[in-house]
């Protein structure tokens, strides 16, 4: 038997438990401090529910539950391998939220403000950065579809990020619709609009050269595409461009209204700023779309949208809802790599005991949990090994059962 965990998963130690606990205890604290309240929702949906979620390139990603028993014999049965499974793994919060949402309307406020803080699943194929199990930290408004429902997701997001101690970051935006108008624009009929996304979605990876290749391989005229390009080489490409190319729309007015306040509100920690190729893979974005970007991580560590139609696929009606996630596994993973330590936490002792001073060992463990973080530890024949073993723990000292003073290690 194999005693690595799956590919795509971790183990964490000790240590990085209590670090990966800090974090998400702090995000979760700023969430509510700004109003937000925690749901949680099963790990399994109905495939019904998976498979029409217009998740992008997510739906080829789930982790689909074969049918059990006699069920499952009789879609073998069939030759058709859609048949065999009838639930799977949630890939994203979103659409569980949605769901969610839907069946218990009537007992949420409105507008709904929600953290999700949860596993999701994706039978992605491992490497740096991208697992089949992680973490994700959600926050949603459902039921306003005024800018100030970005404007306080944004604002949120960043100021968990900044009380982590995360303070290296940017958060770029754009509009759904913008970039349809942009693409139209350049000549691009609108059904074509999904696969010149998917192309300007690569522009990081492929550069414009590559992005202008691929757009000509799926034949595409030439003048739409150049028109494009020239777009693209337009660096930075700013919202006053956009009006140039667009005309005054709704939606340029009202990401300048999101990112002026947001900016205004970042007191210069962060910068908000708009990006003409965000894309986002979603295929249920409508409108804003966000992500966030650092120096420190290749790619995205966080993002959302708006998504003003999904709900509607279970009510019958549209309820307009927008959210930000931020990738924890990504954060956690850079913060740990600077060496992370947690700021203000007690310090650890250790109460080292032999069996006929064990009660007074309690007794003296309970005194110092006033001060520090205390564990008991049975004396073993060599003292020494275990205070090494402790102090390379992050322990500060420990106490000795027949010793009044504590002993403290290092210059601790």
Avoid: H
């Amino acid at each position: 038997m194999k005693i690595t965990p799956v590919k795509g998963t971790s183990d964490y130690l000790p240590g990085e438990v209590l670090i990966r606990d800090y974090l998400q205890n702090t995000i979760l604290e700023t969430y509510r401090s700004c109003g937000f309240e925690r749901i949680t929702t099963p790990i399994i949906e109905d495939i019904e529910n998976l498979d029409k979620s217009e998740g992008g390139e997510n739906l080829n990603l789930i982790f689909k539950i074969m049918k059990r028993g006699e069920k499952l014999e009789e879609a073998l049965q069939t030759g058709n391998e859609k048949e065999i499974a009838d639930m799977g793994l949630r890939y994203d919060l979103t659409l569980p939220l949605t769901r969610y949402y839907a069946n218990n309307r009537a007992k949420l406020p409105n507008p709904f403000k929600v953290i999700q803080i949860d596993k999701v699943y994706r039978a992605e194929r491992p490497q740096k950065g991208r697992m089949r199990e992680f973490v994700q930290c959600d926050i949603d408004i459902i039921g306003s579809d005024s800018y100030t429902a970005e404007v306080e997701l944004i604002t949120t997001t960043a100021k968990a990020l900044l009380n982590i101690g995360f303070n290296t970051f940017k958060i770029r935006v754009n509009d759904r619709r913008l970039l349809k108008a942009i693409i139209t624009g350049a000549g691009f009929a609108e059904a074509d609009c999904d696969s010149v996304c998917i192309s300007l979605d690569k522009l990081d990876k492929i550069d414009a050269s590559g992005v202008r290749d691929e757009l000509l391989a799926k034949e595409f005229p030439a003048e739409p595409v150049e028109k494009l390009m020239a777009i693209l080489e337009r660096s930075p490409f700013t919202l006053a461009d956009a009006k140039e190319v667009c005309g005054e729309l709704d939606c340029i007015t009202n990401l300048e209204t999101i990112m002026n306040l947001a900016n205004e509100m970042s007191g210069g920690r962060y910068s908000i700023e708009y990006d003409m190729t965000l894309v986002r893979g979603q295929g249920y974005y409508t409108g804003t779309v966000f992500e966030i970007s650092s120096p420190d991580f290749r790619g995205a560590i966080g993002g959302g949208g708006r998504y003003d139609n999904l709900i509607g696929k279970f009510l019958g009606e549209n309820i307009p809802a927008v959210g930000f996630s931020i990738g924890f596994e990504r954060i956690a993973g850079i913060l740990l790599a600077q060496n992370y330590q947690i700021p203000s936490r007690k310090a650890r002792l250790a109460v080292v005991y032999w069996e006929d001073n064990f009660k007074e060992a309690l007794i003296r463990a309970e005194e110092l949990r006033a001060e520090y973080d205390v564990t008991l530890c049975a004396a073993p024949k060599k003292l020494g090994k275990l205070f090494s073993q402790l102090e390379a723990s992050g322990y500060a000292g420990c106490a000795v059962m027949g010793q009044d003073e504590l002993k403290m290690f290092g210059n601790k």
